[in-house]
């Protein structure tokens, strides 16, 4: 893992609770900041669509941007523009909706396994919460990675050669594959160890029932 993330404990450490009475409330900040993190990778998104939908019309003949209907163009108009001057071998680099496509993946694959670690009943409130706080991370850089493949997309926010903008989005690709690969690591973990605590609590009952210790 990259540095960004070296200062995240190895995973077997993160089931080593903390244990505090404001666990729940912690999780609830954790969880609104979340959600505030998802919104913006949304607008994110939604400036990449609109400059892809943008040169879309472009190159259907209907005249440059300025030229364009108002509304919710005029909202990204820089960043479109910006788009139609950069060369078509890096707009149209593969590597662009790979990325977009990691950052989806990312989102829903750690919603999807945090709402199943917190149904499971396997994890206490300092557990969850460290894994709210991996989360947040993962997002928060995730977002920066968006933040720079807008920029490198936009031909008047940086100054920069076709060539450096393509190695440039090589960098963003390889990030966004480093986390999600990450993500899907710590996730595999934590469904490992849910299987193992849930296995031992059924051994546990069937012992307590063949002794008759269920009080």
């Known amino acids: 893992m990259k540095k960004h ?3 995240v404990v190895i995973i077997p450490v993160l089931f080593i ?5 404001n666990h729940a409330n912690a999780q609830a900040q954790e969880m609104q900041q979340l959600i505030l993190d998802i919104e913006k990778l949304t607008q994110l998104k939604g400036i990449l669509s609109d400059m892809k939908m943008g040169y879309q019309i472009y190159q259907q003949g209907y005249g440059s941007i300025s030229q364009l209907s108002k509304g919710n163009f005029d909202l990204h ?3 479109l523009n910006g788009l139609l001057s950069i060369n078509p071998t890096v707009r149209n680099y593969g590597r662009v909706a790979d990325i977009i496509t990691q950052q989806a993946s990312l989102i829903s694959e750690y919603k999807s396994a ?3 670690f917190r149904q499971s009943g396997s994890f206490s409130a300092g557990e969850l919460n460290y894994m709210s706080n991996v989360y947040n991370q993962l997002v928060n850089q995730s977002l ?3 933040d720079d493949l ?3 997309l936009t031909a008047g926010k940086l100054r920069m050669s076709d060539d450096e903008r393509m190695r440039a989005i090589d960098r963003i ?3 966004s594959c480093d986390k999600l690969q990450y993500l899907r690591h710590f996730n595999r973990q934590g469904f490992i160890l849910n299987i193992q605590r849930r296995k031992d609590a059924g051994d546990t009952r069937t012992m307590k029932q063949l002794y008759g210790l269920n009080n």
């Open 5 to 7: 993330l070296s200062h």
């Open 17 to 21: 609770c903390l244990g505090s009475a």
């Open 77 to 79: 108009s820089v960043y």
């Open 114 to 116: 945090y709402k199943q």
């Open 144 to 146: 920066q990675n968006l």
């Open 150 to 152: 807008t920029n490198v």
């Open 173 to 175: 690709y390889a990030s």
